[in-house]
């Protein structure tokens, strides 16, 4: 393949450059479709947890900060709760998995029993049993 390149500097017009065909190298463009999603080991929705928890957060500095807390009161209260999200989303994370806590709050929302409701009088049968035995005899 050859090129010309142009130089406004330099008097001499027209210098050919050869430079080596080769073949175009493939990038996957889109190599994070479908892929779920994942953060320093956080998937799924313990990552919107996590970060949901840290607004949350947030807003609790900005709240005693302007209630007139002093500033190392409000860091140490917000940096302790911090410490206990990260440690319970990433123990959370680790014992229920991707979709783990999911089934378990679902599991929650089942009923324990499920009761069918009769009238008392089909609950209660009344069989004569002197009747059966004579019959069989």
């Known amino acids: 393949?050859?090129?010309?390149?142009?130089?406004?500097?330099?008097?001499?017009?027209?210098?050919?450059?050869?430079?080596?065909?080769?073949?175009m190298a493939a990038y996957n463009i889109n190599k994070g479709v479908n892929a779920r999603v994942e953060f320093h080991g956080l998937r799924a929705q313990y990552l919107y947890l996590f970060a949901g928890g840290l607004l949350g957060l947030f807003l609790l500095f900005v709240a005693m900060y302007l209630a007139g807390l002093s500033a190392g009161v409000c860091i140490f209260v917000c940096g302790a709760a911090g410490a206990a999200l990260v440690w319970g989303v990433f123990r959370l994370n680790s014992r229920y998995g991707q979709y783990g806590m999911m089934k378990l709050l679902?599991?929650?929302?089942?009923?324990?029993?499920?009761?069918?409701?009769?009238?008392?009088?089909?609950?209660?049968?009344?069989?004569?049993?002197?009747?059966?035995?004579?019959?069989?005899?």
């Open 1 to 23: 393949m050859v090129r010309r390149l142009y130089f406004s500097d330099c008097q001499c017009y027209g210098i050919a450059l050869i430079l080596p065909v080769t073949a």
């Open 106 to 137: 679902a599991g929650l929302r089942l009923p324990r029993r499920i009761i069918r409701r009769r009238r008392i009088g089909r609950l209660i049968r009344i069989t004569n049993h002197f009747d059966d035995h004579a019959g069989n005899a």
